[in-house]
């Protein structure tokens, strides 16, 4: 079987990025699992590793495509430019330096160099775009770099336990302004299809989570739940609303692949006292294959080689090669497919705007 090609940024140089990528490849068997292709610089990979004490050796290729089996390789981002490490602070030349790897790997992986990638931490704040902003977040930026369009979907997995969401990190105010029928319906048909082809689930089940407490406001009964009926009508098995704490305090969860949660604090609070340091970010929607693992830049424990546990980070490796996989296997199976259609029901009360539900859209 082919090595499936994952590629690393490096993240903010200032933070643990290069220690979770250093501690992970110690063990050897993980460049057996993959090819490992970091997009990042020499020199700095060196002053982490001096200074975590690390015995990890990697190899620089020029290109994704000149990269070995088994070993952990190197595209050098930056040449014989010199990058400022000042470990534990944020900067903007650290910014400007995790942009610079991610710009490389995203062109690779719309290349086709490299089959997936996982992004390392970054501070969003320092990193500067071109029309003068800062950076929002890695997973809208992918979205517009190399999303052909395709709306993301944010989804944090641990194991069996898949959280995706419908609104991300907003003020809660703006969350019902948020909450409309065609969004709503948008992202589940994304959650659907990416359960069916990214990892492989034929019928899956989906939760979805109210927006009030008591799952009995406006929301609820005008928009959530209809939505729900129309879906479950056209193929998409989703039941609900249900009531975040319940949902969650009774373990209800472990009946489902996958939950959709209306704002972040209610999946993310849900999903990180349930992962601890295992959780990771996937991002579902999109032709190419993204994960991170789900912890910040941790400024606090740079260079003290204090991280407990890096299974995060491999398991955003593990299930970057199983998407590859899927995807490849999924694809394969249904060349030349009778699509199933899907009417959308025309009446003025319900535009939802899906006019089919396909098992290859993602």
């Known amino acids: 079987m082919e090595r499936i090609k994952i590629g690393i940024t490096q993240g903010d140089i200032n933070g ?19 090819t490992p292709i970091i997009y990042g610089s020499p020199k700095v990979a060196t002053f982490h590793r001096k200074a975590l004490g690390n015995q990890t050796s990697f190899q620089v290729v020029e290109d994704a495509e000149r990269a070995k089996d088994g070993v952990l390789n190197m595209v050098n981002c930056f040449g014989e430019e010199e990058q400022k490490i000042e470990l534990g602070q944020a900067s903007e030349e650290a910014g400007a330096s995790a942009l610079v790897s991610l710009n490389m790997a995203l062109e690779d992986l719309k290349e086709g160099k490299i089959d997936a990638l996982v992004t390392s931490p970054v501070n969003n704040a320092t990193i ?14 992918i979205e517009t770099v190399a999303g052909e369009g395709k709306k993301a979907l944010k989804i944090f997995i641990a194991d069996h336990l898949r959280i995706a969401l419908a609104t991300d990190k907003i003020p809660v105010s703006e ?103 295992e959780g990771i970010n996937f991002t579902a929607g999109l032709p190419v294959i993204r994960t991170a693992p789900a912890i910040g830049v941790c400024y606090d424990l740079a260079g003290k080689n204090m991280i407990d546990d890096e299974q995060s980070f491999r398991q955003a490796i593990y299930t970057a090669v199983d998407v590859a996989r899927n995807r490849t296997r999924f694809d394969k199976e249904r060349v030349n497919p009778l699509q199933k259609q899907y009417v959308s029901k025309r009446d003025d009360s319900d535009k939802l705007k899906l006019d089919q539900v396909t098992e290859e859209e993602n």
């Open 16 to 34: 643990i990025g290069y220690e979770l990528i250093l501690n992970t490849f110690e063990a050897e068997e993980m460049a057996s699992l993959c």
């Open 128 to 141: 500067k775009l071109e029309d003068g902003g800062t950076l929002k977040s890695q997973t809208a930026y």
């Open 175 to 277: 969350i019902p302004a948020h909450i409309n029928k065609e969004a709503l319906a948008e992202r589940l048909v994304i959650l659907h299809n990416t359960l069916k082809r990214d990892f492989f689930i034929d019928n899956p089940r989906i939760a979805v989570l109210a927006l009030n407490p008591l799952a009995d406001g406006k929301e609820e009964q005008e928009i959530i739940a209809p939505v729900i009926d129309e879906l479950f009508k056209r193929g998409v098995r989703c039941v609900g609303p249900y009531a975040a704490e319940d949902f969650f305090g009774s373990g209800n969860y472990n009946h489902f692949d996958a939950v959709f949660a209306m704002y972040y604090d209610q999946g993310v609070s849900a999903f990180k006292s349930i992962a601890q340091n």
